[in-house]
């Protein structure tokens, strides 16, 4: 029984990496490769004024992201670091700090922009953004090395006046540099993708409350360390389409069920109206954050996206530190997704700048 288990386990991973394919279904068999063709539907034309921020391939701070032409790629494990490396030497604004390492061995870090030196001050909220928990869904690295950029030098260093940010470009880092081209084919970039699962074949979002990992342990001693205000867990969704671009939500939502009821109160009010107002004025599409209760049966309607403990935003709910899960639609391109968690992260510096004390 176990080893049938396993096999199923096993086929379901190699024939879907996002788990919304159901183990039985026989394969499609067609006299043309699938990489022929394009089998993504078409996306949607797009011209948000947030593609304003994307900097020229001639600026010396470009973005690897941005330097593409396309918008379509994201910079390996030890490119980012180094980008960072740069990044930090040349702004005192920044700073990096490891506060793990993987099963196979490479530091695990977080970039933090503040303008108060080693020591936070303690009056001021702190926004933590995580990428990479899922590696493949990696728009929050993209986004946040081009936030703390225009920090460091292109004139939004104000943002660090009432607020520290702390940027975890890349969580699971193994999972990140078990990287190709199919890792996700239900998602429209980057090229090249990371793995769902770590070296040790886990689902770190399925961790918060175990905390088998290490790198889930690493996070919550980040966590514990720095007591962040806001929380915010950045993916890309699985392939269920609508017209929306980026969606995000948290346990309590519009009076769901939650173990942190106020927070959750603040988040509906007060975060959630800004911040899609925010997100409009770019030309973004906010949405509610949805699961489809059955992948294979879209009648059976959807869920809430309020979730259980051992998801970042249960976990948030349950430990009373205020959650959200951001899923970035997978069938919007890269760039757009890109620019969306920008226009976020840098609008919940402004929120919790002027609203994170009732926070
Ligand atoms: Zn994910």
């Given at each position: 029984m176990r080893h049938a288990l396993l096999f199923a386990a096993v086929a379901a991973l190699v024939s879907s990496p996002a788990m919304?394919?159901?183990?039985g279904r026989p394969p499609v068999l067609s006299n043309?490769?699938?990489?022929?063709?394009?089998?993504?539907?078409p996306a949607p034309a797009w011209d948000g004024a947030?593609?304003?921020?994307l900097r020229d391939a001639?600026?010396?701070?470009?973005t690897p992201f941005e330097a593409d032409r396309g918008h379509d790629f994201s910079p390996n494990y030890v490119d980012t670091r180094a980008w960072f490396d740069r990044l930090d030497a040349a702004s005192d604004l920044i700073r990096i700090e490891q506060f793990g390492v993987s099963p196979e061995g490479r530091p695990i870090y977080a970039v933090i922009a503040s303008k108060?030196?080693?020591?936070?001050?303690?009056a001021k909220p702190v926004l933590m953004i995580q990428a990479g928990?899922?590696?493949?869904?990696?728009d929050g690295k993209d986004a946040g090395m081009m936030v703390l950029r225009d920090i460091a030098f292109?004139?939004?260093?104000?943002?660090l006046d009432r607020v520290n940010l702390i940027l975890?470009?890349?969580?699971?880092v193994d999972g990140h540099e078990?990287?190709?081209?199919?890792?996700?084919?239900?998602?429209?970039?980057?090229r090249i993708q990371g793995w769902r699962?770590?070296?040790?074949?886990?689902?770190?979002?399925?961790?918060?409350?175990?905390?088998?990992q290490a790198e889930m342990r690493a996070v919550r001693g980040l966590i514990l360390k720095y007591r962040p205000d806001l929380y915010v867990d950045v993916h890309v969704t699985d392939g269920l389409d609508y017209q929306y671009d980026v969606t995000y939500g948290f346990n309590g939502?519009?009076?769901?069920?939650?173990?942190s009821p106020n927070s959750s109160a603040w988040l509906d009010t007060v975060f959630k109206p800004a911040m899609n107002a925010a997100l409009e004025r770019q030309g973004h599409i906010p949405g509610e954050l949805v699961f489809g209760i059955d992948d294979d049966e879209p009648k059976k309607g959807l869920s809430?996206?309020?979730?259980?403990?051992?998801?970042s935003n249960g976990w948030g709910a349950a430990a009373h530190v205020p959650t959200i899960l951001i899923e970035n639609h997978s069938l919007k391109p890269h760039e757009q997704r890109v620019l969306g968690t920008y226009v976020f992260i840098e609008e919940a510096m402004r929120l919790l700048a002027d609203q994170g004390a009732a926070l």
């Open positions: 919304s394919q159901s183990p043309i490769a699938p990489w022929d063709q394009p089998f993504l539907p947030s593609k304003a921020l001639s600026d010396p701070w470009v108060d030196g080693a020591n936070f001050d303690p928990i899922h590696p493949g869904e990696i292109y004139g939004k260093d104000a943002l975890i470009p890349i969580l699971s078990r990287a190709g081209a199919y890792s996700r084919p239900n998602q429209r970039g980057p699962n770590t070296a040790t074949n886990q689902n770190l979002n399925r961790d918060y409350l175990k905390l088998d939502e519009d009076g769901s069920f939650s173990r809430d996206g309020g979730l259980g403990e051992r998801y």
